[in-house]
């Protein structure tokens, strides 16, 4: 057996950085040092490495393959090993874009590790290094007696992990379920940005089958606020008091396609901004890093995690698992408001990628307004890494516009590369959307469909818990309600 040793760089600085790295033997056999902590998720296997790496290599070709988060270009190289001896060799990784330049910064909002995890201290400090990210939250949440590794860490800061280029943060996740351990009741929320846990951290069966679907989560939306923390609905706006708190006012951001991407998961999301709720987008891996979710905040050159919060709170963020999406509508981004004058507003999608980009798509009010396609069979356009989309586009009403982009390319998790900005808020003349009246009817039957299920299939102690739970659904319901009916109003006068 040969030794094989490598060193990993920053090409642009010469800094040792952290890296996850795989390693084939001749007969395509993964190897690894003894040691080594494994990435855990679909896709590719690889090990993690702080900067350096050693093991035995046998006879042959060893192909080597270094990989950091997703803005860098992979590196892989082949090797031809005799029987004995050490090879050495540098692995210089080179960012591909130039998103710190430009004020934008990863992290990762919602991320746990499980009961089976037995080194969740090492995993951590390679998680918030290997993948890139600037911020990192793991919160604890509760299931039953169930022992999950990151329930260790108590909210707040984590010093032993933060350093001035990375922030790692313990939160919460408030959770409550019905009809089954894993299908959404009121849903999930995680509480960031806080100093204590805030009671209950579950409710209803996720605690024991007697447990009263009591308090709502919107009661914990507002105790989180009060220490200042950050309130991201998880899963895509799924569990039944997701749209009455959003229209509350309850909620921050909403996490979408956590633990990974599903073309179908951001209609709820579609759904309440079409009702005027204004809802930056977020993500997160959920169950260990599975995917390479991020969502990126634009918080200047240096990276400082208020200044990031701050991002994510005015909306100034795009989330993707690989590539850079940018929106500008008349000079502004995203999480910005624009008056449109004469009708119409110009509208510029920029990207910038590792993997080709097909499909650059412009969103208004939930419906794809514009969209350029670069590939063409198997003949990809110049612009499939990156460029840019310019189109005018004609604004009758008053909603919001958003870009997301797509590929068939996939990373090494096997997953489908995609991106998606926050909306930019349009004002037109103050007449809504014409999909306003139908979002808001379609949330107006969730909630009454909820309010039946709270009448007669929930549990609570008191009949004062039933009456406070009600009472504000039946204040998100009037929410939608109103506007309901000034939509069909606006409509009838268009």
């Given at each position: 057996m040969g030794k094989l040793s490598g060193r990993i760089i920053d090409a642009a600085t010469g800094d040792q950085i952290e890296a996850r790295v795989q390693v084939l033997g001749p007969s395509g056999n993964t190897l690894a040092p003894d040691d080594a902590m494994w990435k855990v998720g679909p896709g590719e296997p690889f090990f993690y490495s702080d900067g350096t790496f050693a093991l035995d290599i046998p006879r042959g070709l060893v192909r080597v393959l270094v990989e950091r988060g997703t803005e860098y270009v992979p590196w892989q190289h082949d090797i031809e090993a005799t029987r004995s001896g050490a090879i050495a060799i540098d692995v210089p990784l080179r960012r591909w874009g130039d998103l710190p330049e430009r004020g934008w910064h990863p992290g990762n909002t919602h991320l746990h590790y499980d009961e089976k995890e037995k080194d969740p201290d090492r995993r951590l400090r390679y998680d918030s290094r290997v993948e890139g990210l600037r911020m990192t939250a793991v919160s604890i949440l509760k299931r039953w007696e169930l022992l999950y590794a990151t329930n260790k860490y108590p909210p707040g800061v984590l010093t032993e992990y933060t350093d001035s280029h990375h922030y790692v943060q313990s939160g919460e996740e408030t959770r409550h379920n019905a009809g089954g351990t894993h299908t959404p009741g009121y849903g999930h929320?995680?509480?960031?940005?806080?100093?204590?846990?805030?009671?209950?951290i579950s409710r209803g069966l996720l605690v024991d089958a007697f447990d009263p679907d009591y308090p709502p989560l919107s009661y914990a939306c507002d105790d989180a606020r009060r220490q200042g923390?950050?309130?991201?609905?998880?899963?895509?706006?799924q569990g039944m008091e997701a749209p009455v708190a959003a229209a509350l006012g309850k909620v921050d951001a909403m996490n979408l396609f956590d633990p990974y991407w599903s073309d179908v998961e951001y209609d709820l999301w579609y759904h309440m901004l079409n009702c005027g709720?204004?809802?930056?987008?977020?993500?997160?891996s959920d169950w260990f890093i599975c995917s390479a979710n991020r969502v990126y905040s634009q918080s200047g050159k240096q990276f400082a995690y208020e200044s990031w919060l701050t991002g994510i709170r005015k909306g100034a963020t795009f989330i993707t698992n690989g590539p850079a999406v940018y929106l500008d509508v008349d000079g502004q981004g995203p999480g910005a408001q624009v008056h449109v004058?004469?009708?119409?507003a110009e509208v510029e999608v920029g990207w910038q990628s590792h993997y080709p980009i097909e499909r650059v798509e412009v969103v208004v009010n939930g419906q794809v307004a514009a969209a350029r396609v670069l590939s063409h069979g198997l003949q990809m356009d110049g612009e499939a890494r990156t460029g840019t989309f310019r189109v005018a586009l004609p604004i009758k009403h008053d909603g919001?516009?958003?870009a997301r982009v797509s590929s068939s390319s996939r990373d090494s998790f096997n997953q489908a590369i995609w991106a998606h900005t926050s909306p930019i808020y349009l004002k037109a003349g103050g007449r809504p959307g014409p999909g306003s009246a139908v979002s808001a009817k379609f949330f107006v039957d969730k909630i009454d469909e909820a309010l039946a299920w709270t009448g007669s299939g929930a549990k609570f102690y008191t009949d004062a818990q039933?009456?406070?739970?009600?009472?504000?659904f039946r204040a998100g319901a009037d929410f939608y309600r109103k506007l309901a009916r000034q939509g069909r109003v606006s409509a009838r006068g268009a």
């Open positions: 929320v995680m509480l960031l940005n806080i100093r204590n846990a805030v009671e209950p923390g950050l309130v991201i609905w998880c899963h895509n706006g709720i204004r809802l930056p987008a977020s993500t997160g004058k004469g009708g119409s919001w516009i958003a039933r009456k406070e739970v009600q009472d504000l």
